[in-house]
Nanobody, 118 residues
């Protein structure tokens, strides 16, 4: 799976953004899709994930404010981010995870920068 993320930008605190991730290639529908955030000096962290069966989970810091969704027909994943806070600032990466013979295989898109000003 090849991934292309978009939708980042500069927004004021309290505002909203929607990130999009376009997938190509095979295997999208069986992949767990996720959005990760990276900030300087910290490890890349999982922000939100949606499984192949559309179950979702969120980092505690974004639960109730962010919503992840997927459209298998369009091979798209979205992250709706509301009530943004300055601490949401970072580079957001789209991820596709599949398992084969018990081994996880990851695909990553290029990051998209989200900057939330106070």
């Amino acid at each position: 799976v090849q991934l292309q993320a978009s939708g980042g930008g500069l927004v004021q605190a309290g505002g909203s953004l929607r990130l999009s991730c376009a997938a190509s290639g095979s295997g999208f529908s069986i992949s767990h899709m996720g959005w990760y955030r990276e900030v300087p000096g910290k490890q890349r962290e999982l922000v939100a994930q949606i499984t192949s069966g559309s179950s979702t989970n969120y980092a505690d810091s974004v639960a109730g404010r962010f919503a992840i969704s997927r459209d298998n027909a369009k091979k798209m994943v979205y992250l709706q981010m509301n009530s943004l806070k300055p601490e949401d600032t970072g580079v957001y990466y789209c991820n596709a995870a599949r398992w084969a013979s018990g081994v996880r295989h990851d695909s990553w898109g290029q990051g998209t920068l989200v900057t939330v000003s106070s």
